[in-house]
């Protein structure tokens, strides 16, 4: 027979005289996404400044800073999100461009260390 005691993790058998501690469940991260946005020749640098702003929340220098970055170097790392959430914003830039009319496009990574 086993009784758990209420004062502490211990499960105490009251057959045998013995305890055995029970361990802590180890509780990890989850794991972290980044949204990227990808260059093209067709989308205003006005209009990736303005979705920055909008769906990420960045002010103005940072909006235009990353909209530089994904210029020059073809792509640029909007934010770092759980998974559902990059899920979001991702999918939120693609129909926001769209509904504008522009092949502006977004996709989510997994967070390497």
Do not use: W
């Not at 211990?10 to 991260?29: A, F, Q, R, Y």
């Not at 960045?58 to 800073?65: D, G, K, M, Y």
């Amino acid at each position: 027979m086993i009784k758990l005691s209420k004062d502490n993790n211990e499960n105490i058998s009251s057959e045998t005289g013995s305890v055995v501690l029970e361990k802590e469940p180890e509780v990890k991260e989850p794991p972290s996404y980044q949204v990227v946005l990808i260059n093209d020749d067709f989308t205003p640098m006005e209009f990736v400044v303005f979705v920055l702003q909008t769906v990420f929340g960045h002010n103005h220098q940072r909006s235009t800073e990353i909209m530089m970055t994904v210029h020059t170097k073809g792509r640029g790392v909007c934010g770092i999100f759980s998974k559902e959430i990059a899920e979001m914003m991702s999918y939120e830039v693609n129909t926001m461009a769209k509904d504008h009319g522009h092949p502006l496009l977004s996709e989510i990574e997994p967070l390497t260390d």
